[in-house]
């Protein structure tokens, strides 16, 4: 059988034919077509075997018995906010509590004024606070009217500048003037009053978180507003000085949380006439902890005040994410100086706690606010509650996956209604930004306790 | 066998050998999915097409997990990693980036070992480097035995000194630690904040009641920071080879070549593409760049816009007003500028608000700015430690005026600073009669007496 067509037999002279070449181009073609076809198209061909797995390292948790009721309080967000702090007082004294919230990216502090059950006015109570990191409200001059004296980091972002101040907000009855308390110092991160030296004045304690370099500051009030500044430690990275009598003896002493790679809680115990011991009454190695807070709360109502530690802020990385180590301890006041550590909950990236009787159970629980859970997966919690059984017993519930980047909770009964409300502050400087939020609001609804 | 028979059957063995081949690239581990929604558009498309192209290529795998791990996405990097290290196993590139994933994610164990391995197959110069990540790891771990082991082995390595110095003091070898930081560190890396800081925290702790005034002066004006964590400084070159960072990097690189035109017309269009929290950093360089350029309206524009995503600054104020000026909405500026100076009075702010005042001809207000810009000028350039220049800033600032306390201050703290403790207590005498509350003058005073000091103050 002849397989070839005539026209491809050799020509005399040993030549191939024409028709030969022809078709000897065309077999070399349908040969190389596929190879060809396949190199081309498997080089761009995508990749569609199974999906590498991915392990996270977010934390999650079970919703609670009973679903919580969400609000805001204010305006919704509709750009990225940078709420630092959320404090719950009653400002006016009308039996209202209100609310106070700094606002670092619109360099402000806000009065939420509850002037009737859950109705709300918001007044802007100074402007010009450059990145306000923390209000504390006290009655700083002893005239009855409430004041609030903020703290200014400076920078919201971390920075070893001499940015920082410590500003009063002098309450006037209708106006609050303005007055600076201290300036000259790295960023300050925290302010809180009381008497340190048993002059009946109201001293301040200041933590310059600083950067690299930072320190602890007490300001002695000398009457007519006038304060005289005292070194107490030079330390890096204060962030809350949370003062109680923790040794019993009728003194205010000062607590601190120190981070920036020394991560450890520091007390010190005023003797006096000035003088504060130093005592390290809790540290960790881990230099990544990364500690976000310090609480005073006598949680278990022993009559001794114990310290909540939040741990988990990684601000300074490029990219924060969930750590193993990440969650909160409790400081338990076993007296004498004592302190003993009990890791009350694993939650990534948490930066702030706060304790309440959420469930109005008469059992202090306490509340975790999550900054860098692992945002990119969804259903990561931003909010959690840590139940407490009346044994120190906690049971964790996720209350929230969102707003996420929640930087500042509190607790505090808006609603007097025998049951604390959970509110928290959105500090969304990194993404993603999807799940904004500003000063939301949660609360156990009405019933019994479950 | 005809040829024609011989070329079908060719052919159908070539379809069977590529149906293989497909289906056996179908079968090759695919890149995680990647949700890239807070990523800008541009760094979207391009982890998009890192992770199509990635291929059987292990170079492409370990740029693909490097760009996932530079863009924070760390789990779905270590998986890529944990391919590319299947497909080299023995690139030290691949090894030592696992590693790091591996500690972002807290898998401290784990990234022991891929150090451990990464160091093995490294070159002298990053070995040291990697026994400092396992040491960390181990930190991390809260291990300060194995740690104070590992940073012991590279004492010459400046930031394990460091933490070798934080593990002696909290172990309760405080004086070892001391003298570590007295006498290995000032030869490896004098006046550097850190191990100064770490100094003055300790001695404050042990002993409260005496305040180490000298190093603490010292500490001010420390001006270098040593690098513990490489974090940023490892992850961000990588962020530089894609999306709109490393058109930046370009745009930078034109504008550091006098192409400022181009540069300009680039960075707006990045900008245009940015995401808020990158806009934050954009805007005032952006602005500034426009003012140069003659564009104030356009400068103006961008720093009105700034509010709305991102926190106005002293810096950016000051921006704002020139923008006004350049307008020649000179009244507008003004208030621009003192309120810069409201947020946080330095040198650039009170020196605009003196040119001003001094072209009104309006000279009191013209001779208090200049006199604070001075004084600022002066702080600053002590906290740099330029002890004359700061000192010849601080007194001509006195020459127009000598009431403001701060000034005398850092002229006290400028004197004391270079030795000439006479002229230091005059100048923080002369403080204290202006602010007789400034605890730092107070303090440094009775540190120049002879009596001993009695209460710890600033």
């Known amino acids: ?450 | 066998m005809t040829a024609r028979r011989l070329l079908v059957m060719l052919v159908v063995l070539e379809a069977v050998a590529a149906a293989l081949l497909f289906g056996w690239r179908i079968r090759q581990p695919a890149p995680p999915a990647l949700d890239t929604s807070r990523l800008d558009t541009v760094s979207a498309e391009e982890l998009t097409k890192l992770r199509q192209e990635v291929g059987i290529d292990p170079e492409k795998w370990r740029a693909l997990s490097e760009a996932l791990m530079g863009y924070g996405y760390f789990p779905e990097s270590e998986a890529c990693y944990r391919r590319a290290l299947e497909l080299a196993p023995d690139s030290f590139e691949v090894r030592y980036g696992y590693a790091y994933c591996l500690q972002r994610l807290g898998k401290l164990l784990e990234s022991i070992d891929a150090f451990t391995a990464a160091r093995d197959r490294s070159a002298p110069a990053m070995q040291d480097t990697c026994t400092y990540h396992i040491g960390r790891c181990q930190l991390r771990l809260d291990d300060p035995q194995s740690a104070e082991t590992t940073f012991r082995s590279i004492l010459r390595f400046p930031p394990a000194a460091l933490h070798l110095s934080r593990i002696l003091i909290r172990t309760g070898r405080v004086n070892e630690a001391l003298t570590l930081l007295d006498e290995l560190l000032p030869s490896e890396f004098p006046d550097r904040v850190q191990p100064l800081q770490l100094k003055v925290s300790t001695q404050m702790f042990v002993d409260p009641s005496a305040v180490p005034t000298a190093e603490l002066g010292r500490l001010q004006r420390a001006v270098e920071s040593l690098t513990v964590s490489d974090h940023r400084e490892f992850l961000n070159p990588i962020r530089f080879q894609y999306g709109l960072s490393r058109r930046v990097y370009d745009a930078a690189a034109q504008q550091a070549q006098g192409r400022i035109e181009t540069a300009a017309a680039e960075y707006r269009e990045i900008f245009r593409l940015a995401l808020p929290s990158d806009r934050r950093q954009m805007a005032p360089m952006l602005a500034r760049l426009e003012l140069e350029l003659g564009r104030p309206e356009a400068a103006l524009a961008l720093l009105e816009d700034l509010p709305t995503y991102s926190a106005d600054t002293p810096e950016t104020l000051v921006l704002h007003g020139d923008a006004l000026d350049h307008l020649e909405r000179r009244d507008e500026a003004v208030q621009k500028w003192e309120q810069a100076v409201r947020l946080h009075p330095r040198l650039t702010q009170h020196g605009r608000l003196a040119e001003h005042f001094e072209q009104i001809g309006n000279a009191p207000l013209a001779e208090h700015h200049t006199a604070r810009a001075l004084t600022y000028a002066g702080i600053e350039a002590y906290r740099a430690n330029r002890l004359e220049s700061a000192e010849a800033a601080l007194e001509e600032s006195l020459v127009l005026d000598p009431e403001f306390p701060l000034t005398w201050f850092y002229l006290a703290e400028c004197r004391r600073a270079a030795g000439r403790l006479e002229q230091a207590r005059t100048a923080y005498q002369e403080c204290l009669k202006r602010n007789p509350d400034h605890d730092r003058a107070l303090s440094a005073l009775r540190s120049l007496s002879p009596e001993p000091q009695t209460e710890p103050s600033r």
């Open chain 1, 1 to 450: 059988m002849n397989t070839l067509p005539a026209s491809t037999e050799s020509q005399p002279g040993g030549k191939p034919p024409a028709g030969e070449v022809s078709r000897f181009v065309r077999a070399a073609v349908v040969l190389l077509i596929i190879p060809a076809a396949t190199f081309a198209v498997l080089r761009w061909f995508p990749l569609e075997g199974t999906p590498l797995a991915v392990t996270r390292g977010g934390s999650t948790f079970p919703p609670p018995p009973i679903p919580f009721e969400k609000s805001t309080i204010g305006p919704e967000p509709e750009t990225p906010d940078w709420i630092t702090n959320v404090v719950v007082h009653d400002l006016d004294r009308d039996g209202l509590p209100d609310v106070i919230a700094c606002d670092a990216r619109r360099n402000c502090v806000w009065w939420y004024r509850q002037t009737a059950a859950d109705v709300w006015e918001e007044f802007q109570l100074a402007d010009e606070i450059l990145a306000p990191a923390h209000a504390t409200v006290v009655d700083l001059d002893g005239d009855g009217l409430l004041d609030v004296i903020v703290s200014e980091l400076g920078s919201i972002w971390p920075d070893d500048g001499v940015l920082g101040r410590v500003t009063l907000l002098h309450n006037r009855g209708e106006t609050f003037q303005r007055r600076i308390l201290l300036d000259d110092v790295r960023r300050v991160c925290d302010v809180q009053a009381g008497d340190l030296n048993g002059d009946g004045l109201p001293d301040l304690v200041v933590a310059v978180f600083g950067y690299a370099r930072g320190e602890i500051l007490w300001l002695e009030n000398l009457g007519d507003l006038r304060f005289r500044d005292h070194l107490v430690v030079s330390a890096p990275g204060t962030i809350h000085v949370p003062l109680a009598d923790y040794n019993l003896d009728g003194r205010l002493d000062v607590a601190a949380v120190v981070s920036q790679d020394e991560e450890e809680v520091l007390c010190f115990e005023n003797q006096g006439d000035g003088k504060f011991l130093p005592r390290r009454i809790w540290f960790t190695h881990n230099f990544d902890l990364g500690s976000a807070g310090l609480v005073a709360a006598d949680l278990d109502q022993d009559g001794k005040m114990d310290l909540l530690l939040p741990v988990g802020d990684n601000l300074e990385d490029l990219h924060s994410y969930p750590q193993p180590y990440h969650g909160c301890f409790w400081l338990r006041n076993l007296g004498d100086w004592n302190f003993e550590a009990r890791r009350i909950a694993t939650f990534g990236g948490t930066y702030a706690a706060a304790a309440g009787d959420v469930d109005g159970d008469g059992h202090l629980d306490v509340v975790l606010a999550s900054m860098f859970n692992d945002w990119d997966a969804p259903g990561h919690a931003s909010v959690v509650w840590l139940r407490n059984d009346g044994e120190q017993n906690f049971q964790s519930f996720q209350i929230d996956d969102r707003p996420t980047h929640l930087v500042t909770i509190t607790c505090g009964d808006l609603g007097n209604r025998g049951r604390d409300d959970i509110l928290t502050g959105g500090l969304h400087l990194t993404g993603p930004f999807d799940r904004l939020g500003r000063l939301t609001r949660w609360r156990m609804p009405k019933g019994p306790s479950p």
